[in-house]
């Protein structure tokens, strides 16, 4: 069974940093895809950044030259280092991992809270 564990959430300032970990564990940890979401109340869903299986990443226009993806291949971990934060970065993190066929991610992570204020 995959699961994926997110930590490092919190309340910050703005202009703050936070680094989000999320551990993998329940499987033969091999490079794959990898990514992070964020979802605030009332609104949909979008995808923060994302790390491919050749260690390409890619990020939203809205966290370009804040937020850093990565990842630790010993320690089977997904990272997202978020500097400069802003209050508009406050929702709850999600990693995600392994895409399917379709383009859809696998496995989903329980969340972390972002909360930054103003």
């Known amino acids: 069974q995959v699961q994926l564990v997110e930590s490092g959430g919190g309340s910050v300032q703005s202009g703050g940093s936070l680094r989000l970990s999320c551990a993998t564990s329940g499987y033969t940890y091999t490079r794959m895809p990898m990514g992070w979401f964020r979802q605030a109340p009332g609104k949909e869903r979008e995808e923060v950044a994302r790390?491919?299986?050749?260690?390409?990443?890619d990020y939203a226009d809205s966290v370009k030259g804040r937020f850093t993806i990565s990842q630790d291949n010993s320690e089977k971990t997904l990272y997202l280092q978020m500097n400069s934060l802003k209050p508009e970065d406050t929702a709850m993190y999600y990693c995600?991992?392994?895409?399917?066929?379709?383009?859809?991610?696998?496995?989903w992570g329980q969340g972390t809270q972002v909360t930054v204020s103003s």
């Open positions: 790390i491919d299986s050749a260690g390409n990443t």
């Open positions: 995600a991992a392994e895409l399917n066929r379709a383009g859809e991610w696998n496995y």
